[in-house]
């Protein structure tokens, strides 16, 4: 059987966009629901996010485990997987971390851009590696089956907590830096170790994370693919495509900023564009999956390769987490 | 006019305690209110500190700028600066530092002995110095009047902290690491910055900071003192004793674990030896200042000098803190 999975997407959530989800054949979703809130806004969030569930339930349910997976696609829902981009949501408190996977959560990044309690941020001038309580959560996360996300991390801190980890981690949503040297996306070294240890590397369409930006073209994206299979073997890769659809730019200024500054941080973008960037016209949505499947088959990957990428690699490492 | 300030306390406050300190002729201490509190429980802990103000008004008030040590000092009673062992309370928000300040805090470390969102504190392998976060938080201390405190901090954040803070910073309460080489103390080096940029370091009375711990001769501190004051100028040097009394031994445990680990750690401490340690026969409380007074004659200081140590360093600090 052949799954097709988006491994993260934070869209401004509506009926439209998962009736898109489903045309484009999604059986899986990792959605972001917290970039800055803490244990009580989560609780707001999910509240919400139970609203989406009971109106669009012919769409879409809460998943949980690698058998949702397979549940949505025998009736043609997607599943929503929780996950976080920033630890802000366990606060200083090791309880939270079970209090968090008992209402639905399966991802955590240790860190957003800057220092967390737990690890370095991609945007911090130093990275001092995982913390004391950083190894303590990741303990906790382990024992739970709660996926460590290193996307938004700096180098040594996701190196660290990939050889801490007991279990596979994952980069969610970011691509190879030697295709496209932002500070998101990651080193060979880094892809090398991260496969070594099971773990998985979701491709980003974001256009920061693109060769190129938005005008990035379907063809460099697969080669680079094909490249990024050499150095971690073609089963650790799939999608994390970090759409953001119908999202106000008000929306990326608060994930720049937060609340930890006064002045304004552009982060990946800059004064004179500050606002969320233009997909490429080969992936404005996730109906864009097909034209990953033909463009990965002219870079001369075959099907079963191809149906790994776009989705059963990701399976696989779901059902190891719930194992 | 001459002051008498012990610059840390975190004692199981009672009215016997702020007796001791009028007996001891102490015009103001700074106390702590918080290790890992956040804001919502910051405001109950000042909330005690109210009843404690009302129930011993003849004794103690709440101390906000150099002038109540003045007015401490007229009326025979210790005013109490508030001050945070972590920054806690201000959570991941700018905007907390103002609304602390207030509350009539005065104090915050930038770190307790982990990592912070700030700086990185003197229990971490790696220290990577100040983050964004915290020199955003640095900027606005400093514009705010609220002093940044370093005693538990890494060597490279305290540096940083020393030198990017555009006022004098203060390590409360610590020693120097070439008499008694405890994580918690600081190198020469430091203490050399630290004084050329106006900072203030509070000698302090805790045994696991003493060389020999309770059993430190009044005269080995002394000496330590004299040695310390060849590298800072005496004026730079004040006391921040530490004194913890009549707290249970379930308190340094909590400081030490907090909600960060589910395993326990000892901190200075050790399994054998968990809870706190015994106070030098010289110094069992604030009344421990005569001996200092004595002590510090004898290795050669004169009696303006002995003044600066005891409490007119501190009032001076004070005083340019809040021009």
Redesign the interface.
Known sequence: MNFKIDNLQYCNWSRKIFEINREAGLDAIHVTIVY?E?FDELKMVIKNWENHFSENSDLIFHGKSFKDIEKAKSENKTAVFFGFQNC?PI?????LVEKVYDLGCRFMQLTYN????LA?GC???????V????R?VI??MNRLGLVIDMSHSAEKSTIDAIEISEKPIAVTHANPSFWHPAKRNKSNELLKILSEHKGMLGLSLYPHHLKDGTDCSLESFCEMTAKTAEIMGVEKIGIGSDLCLNQPDTIVEWMRN??????KNYGEGSKNRPGFPKQPDWFLDSRGFENLESGFKKVGFSESEVNGILGNNWYNFYKEMNQ
Chains 1, 2 share one sequence.
């Open positions: 800055h803490d802000s606060e200083d408190d090791i309880g800057n220092q967390s309690l370095t945007y911090e001038k130093i990275d001092s590696g913390t004391k309580f950083g303590e303990k906790e937060g609340t930890w500054t006064k002045s």
